[in-house]
């Protein structure tokens, strides 16, 4: 059974810092393209950023860049998210999700993970 588990949301001041965790089960994590998305009230589950199956490259959201650190440890089976800089409009439920993929860089639209975690809440209060 393959499960992704989201930690390390919660609520914050604007310009603080939170640091999202994945941890994935059930699947050769080494062999699969990890993404964060996130989904505020109201509007659609958008990329955050991507990393390839090594590490090796990733790809960020325009509004993140510069703000925001993805990271893999494939001896853990775990992907971060570095979060800092956070600003109200960063509120959302953020999601891990993963995908089996091969290539260099990492995929980006939502249609092409196909594993999801249950999501944890950021909050960031102005």
């Known amino acids: 059974q393959v499960r992704l588990v989201e930690s390390g949301g919660g609520l914050v001041q604007t310009g603080g810092s939170l640091r999202l965790s994945c941890t994935v089960s059930?699947?050769?994590?080494?062999?699969?393209?990890m993404g964060w998305f996130r989904q505020a009230p109201g509007k659609e589950r958008i990329i955050v950023a991507s990393?390839?199956?090594?590490?090796?490259?990733?790809v960020y959201a325009d509004f993140v860049k510069g703000r925001f650190t993805i990271s893999r440890d494939n001896a853990k089976n775990t992907v971060s998210l570095q979060m800092n800089s956070l600003t109200p409009e960063d509120t959302a439920v953020y999601y891990c999700?993963?995908?089996?993929?091969?290539?260099?860089?990492?995929?980006?639209?939502?249609?092409?993970?196909?594993?999801w975690g249950q999501g944890t809440q950021v909050t960031v209060s102005s």
């Open positions: 999700a993963a995908v089996r993929n091969a290539a260099y860089n990492p995929p980006t639209l939502r249609s092409e993970f196909n594993y």
């Open positions: 059930g699947l050769s994590f080494g062999n699969y393209a």
């Open positions: 990393i390839s199956w090594s590490g090796a490259s990733t």
